[in-house]
């Protein structure tokens, strides 16, 4: 599909999840996985054909805990662009700050393929990270694991979950968390063992203000990659329309009023 089909939001499209893999920066492997680089450069070669001007780059497993990869890539991206990092829980609330200072507005825990601060960390650090600087918390978890966790996420401040919760088993209780206000990434739909129409349609009538669309570029390890055609998916299944799910559900989130960066894409 060509960029004359994509839909036309003013002020561009903010893509709520997306990697930057820059060599020259630490990786971890993970499960016995190293990425492919995957630099601003490339980055942006895909994102503005689409009408893309800012998004959320996200820390995935195989990054850790290193910060100087999220700082590079936001300085690079420019400030319509915001971080998502994955962080110790004994962090200096000095480190916090800076980050903040810098760009970065969550705190990813990867319960799916590690690499983050363990879960039994979460509630403290959610609370913490969200009273010192707004800040909320991202999960990278599959549904089916979401009862254990219900009672503690409904109690937290700020909380996204990412691909849709990726799994059939357990989306009664991702739509229970909607209802309590929990936001959800509307990406890699390819990882997704459901259908992802319908899923995006239940999210919507729930809270239309809910989903937030991602390309998950590069995709590392998706059965499926991001395709263009994601765009109109996630857009017939909405009713809030265009500049909803793909701009100011995730911008209202990332970008509170008082608490914004100021500039669009490089």
């Not at 993970?30 to 009408?51: I, S, W």
């Not at 219900?150 to 209802?179: I, M």
């Not at 998916?233 to 990332?254: D, E, F, H, I, P």
């Amino acid at each position: 599909m060509n960029s004359t089909a994509l839909p036309n939001v003013e002020g561009g499209l903010f893509d709520a999840h997306l990697h930057i893999i820059a060599p020259g920066f630490p990786l971890i492997p993970n499960q016995g996985y190293t990425p492919d680089h995957f630099t601003v450069d490339d980055y942006l070669a895909r994102a503005r054909p689409l009408g893309i001007t800012g998004g959320a780059v996200v820390s995935g497993s195989f990054q850790g805990f290193d910060q100087t990869y999220l700082l590079d890539a936001l300085a690079r991206l420019g400030p319509s662009f915001v971080g998502v990092t994955q962080l110790p829980a004994d962090t200096p609330d000095a480190v916090i700050l800076d980050l903040d200072s810098k760009g970065v507005r969550a705190v990813r825990f990867n319960l799916q393929r590690g690499g983050s601060e363990d879960v039994s960390q979460l509630e403290r650090m959610a609370l913490r990270v969200h009273e010192l600087c707004s800040w909320h918390v991202e999960l990278y978890v599959a549904n089916r694991h979401l009862a254990g966790l219900r009672a503690l996420l409904a109690r937290l401040p700020k909380v996204s979950v990412d691909h849709l919760g990726l799994t059939a088993e357990g989306f009664d209780d991702l739509l229970w968390l909607v209802e309590r206000g929990i936001k959800v990434k509307a990406t890699g739909f390819g990882r997704c063992d459901f259908d992802v129409a319908e899923a995006l349609r239940r999210i919507d009538a729930v809270n239309p203000e809910a989903l937030m669309f991602g390309t998950d570029l590069p995709c590392t390890r998706a059965p499926r990659a991001f395709s263009s055609d994601d765009l109109h998916l996630a857009l017939a299944a909405t009713t809030k329309g265009a500049s909803g799910v793909l701009r100011s559900n995730a911008l209202k989130y990332y970008l509170p009023t008082g608490h914004s960066r100021s500039g669009g894409m490089q």
